[in-house]
């Protein structure tokens, strides 16, 4: 059976479309196949849209976003299919994360959680039914909702005698830790590891006066020097001595926040600048290892932020021993993971198949993730 997932994550870069065959009707499907992935960026004006609303988002606009992406979705879905050459009625269903607008993980008071991106106008025009809003039934059971891949990760992609890590650096970075299957039976995490990319790509778009929407190959932060005490600054957030379960977003390592840092350090060089928010994102991933314990054989590497050099050269540097890879390595698209996952999520709701992720997101117990809304 194929599926579709949906995804458009924290970097506001576009519309992720995986489909998937996923067979059989037990919880780890067989086969477990990429059939076609595609990627349709948003233009600027619409991510410049997207970034205000997560900011200062009116109801109305609120609203008024939640359809439009819904038809956005909806014609990135269509093409897809078209390109792969697979037909509408050949999908069992459309697994769609939505756009997260506010996340707030559980702390003194009860978490809560907003993603938008109308299933009923993707159900509408296509036709196929979706599982959407995933991470909502997990909140409202006192975990985070989030991070959902790590499910796909354990059953997907675990090695019967190495430990990985599977590291994903997008918008915001997470981290799967699964053990060696045939090991000593140490326990699996997964968890937000702090900021990916979103700082990076804000200041480089505000640096270029939006002509440019990231740091190409890492280029800007080569040619730069870390800066200590900025640095420091970001390090002092409490978020970063948290142990898991732990998960972050914009609301906390947004555009608002980085706008204050960038206005105290004015006078500082454009690529120093990059350069400290570079090293952010690679010491917050390798001392989370330390904070936990862990110790991967592998490192495995996904999302945009894979693609940038001086991100995995830092790693290295960072993590001595550890060998730093592509997720392409074991058989999987990197940039496809994410949307795969919520195809595998929307296969599981259709199956009926509860998910257990206390070790990811904090949830006890088992439960169905995600809304149906049928053809």
Known sequence: MLYVGLMSGTSLDGIDVAIAEFGGEEERPSPALLAGYRTYPYEA?????????????????????????????????EAALADVGVR??????????????????????????????????????LGVPVVADFRVRDV????????????????????????????????????????AEGGDGSARTAFDTGPGVALIDEAVRRFSGGAEAYDRDGRGAARGR????????????????????????????GARRLHEWLARHEAENADDLLATLTELTARTIAESYGLTGLQPDELYLCGGG?????????????????????????GWDGDAREAAAFALLARQHRLGIPLHLEWATGAPGSRILGKWVPA
């Open 45 to 77: 004006a619409f991510r410049d849209r997207l970034a205000e609303a997560l900011e200062d988002g009116s109801a109305r606009e609120l609203c008024e976003l939640g359809f439009e992406l819904g038809r956005r979705f909806a014609d990135a879905v």
């Open 88 to 125: 509408r009625e050949d999908i069992g269903a459309i697994g769609s994360h939505g756009q997260t607008f506010w996340h707030r993980p559980p702390a003194e008071l009860p978490g809560s959680t907003l993603q938008l991106g109308e299933a009923a106008v993707v159900v509408e025009r």
């Open 140 to 179: 409202a059971a006192g975990g985070h909702g989030a991070p959902l891949t790590p499910y796909f990760d354990h059953l997907l992609l675990s090695s019967p005698d190495a430990s990985r890590a599977i590291q994903n650096i997008g918008g915001m970075a997470n981290v799967t830790w699964l053990p």
């Open 226 to 253: 870390v800066l200590a005490e900025p640095l420091a600054e970001w390090l002092e957030d409490p978020f970063f001595r948290t142990p898991p379960p732990r998960s972050t977003g914009r609301e906390a390592f």
């Open 306 to 330: 894979a693609r940038n050099p001086e991100i995995w050269r830092r790693l290295e540097r960072l993590l001595p021993g550890v060998a730093v890879r592509r997720l392409d390595a074991i």
